[in-house]
């Protein structure tokens, strides 16, 4: 089910979205990413050897998760562009929260601004930013 | 006190190239990590299946920086990323990407005064459409000495 412009309004908000930072899950990615020579991304060990409190997550796989849950949202949108702030490091294994609210909305470009957060279980934010996602309906 | 000297004239210039050829593999890891669903970043059969948008912020040149900044990474951390994209990039797809810095400028926060620097991937197809544009936003807390 995808969604039309003109059924979203400014001050929507997104489905909280809870996405598996499980250190597997994480080893995928940075596999994927070709980033898993760096011990931080993939031992939880060899991590806080590096002064770090665990495995952390990639910075782009923290943006790659809120652009998921956007298109998980919109279904068809078409992100057009996506802008992270990476604040905090976000630790594998643990049990973040996404969300996103609409803050603009322009019928002129079938466009619309989604603010983003992610925050970690202690409810600071660590990662924010913008989408802006097209609609062609 | 500064330790790495920056000429300004470095901003704009093209200091890498490199030829990438997007792979499927990775692309279908990259979206089930991140947990994408839409069938057109899962599902090679879908007529419209492309990669991530924010897939690009992957790929690095062969430099990071150019010659007159090298000194600058050392100590850097990663303050964030804007990806722009222009069109849908496919598995296959034979992208051309250069980079240059687009940026530098300083900040002051708590801990002290902080240089950022904006290093900028601009990504071209094999149809020679550009397809998206990675700013890569670095900060040290060294502040650099501008000539």
Redesign the interface.
Known sequence: MSLRFQDIELGDELPE?R??IRLE??R??A?????DAAARFTDHDKAREEGLPGAIVP???S???L???V??WS??G?????????RAMVVADTEPICRGVVTDVDPGTRTIVVDLTMQNEAHETTVL?TATVRFSV | MSDVTIDKKLIGEEFDVIDIVVKQ???L??????????PR?TDPSHENFQI????V??FVGRKIMPEGLKGFFVGTF?????????APIRPGDKLRASSKIADIYEKTGRSGPMTFVVHRMEFTNQNGVKVACVDWRMVRRTPLKAE
């Open positions: 979205h996405p598996d899950i994480v995928e990615f596999g994927a990413a070709r980033m910075g782009i796989m943006q790659g998760i652009a998921a849950m298109h998980g279904g068809d078409i992100i057009e562009r996506i802008d992270t702030v990476f930013g | 593999d990775e692309a890891t990259f979206a089930r990590a991140c947990g994408e669903t839409h970043f991530p948008p924010t897939m912020a992957k990663d303050a964030g990323k804007v990806v722009d994209i222009f």
